[in-house]
């Protein structure tokens, strides 16, 4: 699996960016977002239980990592018609407002190294990456356990103030190398 201080992978997918047939599909790249931040999350299959309430809860932040010039990304194994199908049918994910890219052919996935072998799916991990486009986070967690959208935010605000952060330290306090002058 990439970790911290890798390049993250070039890749050109198709999104879902809407539920309406007629301007849902865009194709998204790395090019796409270049120097902004980005947060890709990536969860196992559409149409499954634990995975709509982590989509909502970026989609629910999502104004919030845009105010840090972080752009937000989902991705799953699934077609861009399966995202779509799911964002039209499930109340909570009709109107998200980031993409949900779609890596049928597994590439992204193989070469973030967070394709789930005996399931054949992603497993449920999370990137953030610098404008440089440098992985400065990764997180994954088991296929049964969703993450928590509020954690990966505070891990966005303390990369971004490049300085040491303590444990549980949160936007607005003082840092470790505020602290100590």
């Given at each position: ?30 090019a ?5 931040w ?6 196992p ?7 709509p309430?982590e ?5 629910k ?31 909570d ?7 949900m ?16 072998d005996?399931?054949g799916?992603?497993?449920?991990a ?18 049964k ?8 935010l ?28």
């Amino acid at each position: 699996m990439l970790t911290i201080g890798n390049k993250f992978p070039e890749f050109n997918l198709t999104a879902v960016v809407s539920s309406d047939p007629k301007t849902a599909f865009k194709p998204v790249s790395n090019a796409t977002y270049k120097g902004k931040w980005l947060v890709l999350f990536a969860w196992p299959k559409d149409f499954t239980f634990v995975c709509p309430t982590e989509i909502a809860g970026f989609g629910k932040l999502n104004k919030d990592f845009a105010d840090r010039d972080a752009q937000v990304l989902g991705i799953s194994t699934d077609s861009d018609y399966v995202h779509l199908a799911w964002r039209q049918s499930h109340k909570d994910l009709k109107d998200l407002p980031f993409p949900m890219l779609s890596d049928i052919k597994r590439d992204l996935s193989l070469s973030l190294g967070i394709l789930n072998d005996a399931a054949g799916v992603c497993n449920r991990a999370t990137f953030i990456v610098d404008p440089n486009g440098i992985i400065r986070h990764v997180s994954v967690n088991d296929l049964k356990v969703g993450r928590n959208v509020n954690e990966v935010l505070r891990i966005l605000d303390a990369l971004q103030t490049d300085e040491l952060c303590q444990c549980n330290w949160t936007k607005g306090e003082d840092t470790l190398s505020k602290k100590a002058a």
